[in-house]
């Protein structure tokens, strides 16, 4: 009964192939996150959607295209991956986007880029 | 800009003494704040949150954290630490300045050392 979940944990692949993480909340939230965690471990907001429409779009490159399909699952796909796409990143969601929400966190998948 | 400090990469306490994590902010007007725990390779936990009110939060595995408005600080505290509290802490303000998105600024983590 996993709150938030993503997939792969693991993902390992070459320069320049495309691959895509999965995420699936089943808290019943309207809003969905993505969180980049770098080697230093410094977190920093990628995108959002509330309601399957994108509300936060940071300066990430354009190989960065999230898709919602419905409101329980956000997916990240990356085109023509680069070793500066080695990181971890995370799904989160919350129940709305303003204010006070708590934002879950799901697990993470760590993309090693070689 | 909004923005959250935490001062300290690496705090190392004894297990039974008092642990304190250091965190300060700059945000316009009332912040939101939060605390989150990352255990090694794992997700982030929702430890607690400052919205609004008792100026002393208590959270998740017996922590707490105290909101200080005049020195922009929110400090996450526990009694007593145990070595499984060994962890990365992070500290996070809720960004208004682009309203109604939920943006969170995270600090850039503490890393929390409890020794036998």
């Known amino acids: 009964d996993t709150a938030v979940s993503q997939t792969p944990k693991y993902l390992v692949t070459q320069m320049g192939n495309d691959k895509s993480i999965k995420c699936e909340q089943n808290l019943g939230h309207d809003t969905m996150y993505w969180y980049k965690q770098d080697s230093k471990k410094f977190l920093k907001i990628m995108f959002s959607?509330?309601?399957?429409?994108?509300?936060i779009n940071e300066t990430v490159p354009n190989r960065f295209s999230p898709k919602s399909p419905d409101k329980a699952h956000l997916n990240l796909h990356i085109n023509s991956l680069e070793l500066g796409d080695s990181a971890v990143y995370f799904c989160a969601s919350s129940q709305v986007p303003q204010g006070r929400e708590t934002q879950y966190f799901g697990p993470g998948t760590r993309l090693l880029v070689l | 800009a909004q923005s959250v400090a935490q001062p300290e990469d690496q705090v190392n306490v004894a297990e039974g003494n008092p642990l304190t994590v250091k965190c300060t902010y700059s945000v316009s007007g009332n912040p939101y704040l939060f605390w989150y725990v990352q255990y090694p390779n794992r997700g982030l936990q929702f430890l607690l949150k400052?919205?609004?009110?008792?100026?002393l939060v208590k959270g998740s595995y017996g922590f707490e954290a105290e909101f200080n408005k005049s020195q922009t600080s929110f400090h996450l505290k526990k009694p007593s630490a145990l070595v499984s509290d060994s962890a990365l802490y992070f500290c996070a303000v809720r960004d208004k300045s682009s309203s109604n998105t939920g943006k969170l600024i995270f600090g850039q983590g503490t890393t929390l050392q409890v020794k036998p």
């Open positions: 959607y509330n309601n399957k429409e994108l509300i």
């Open positions: 400052y919205i609004t009110g008792d100026n």
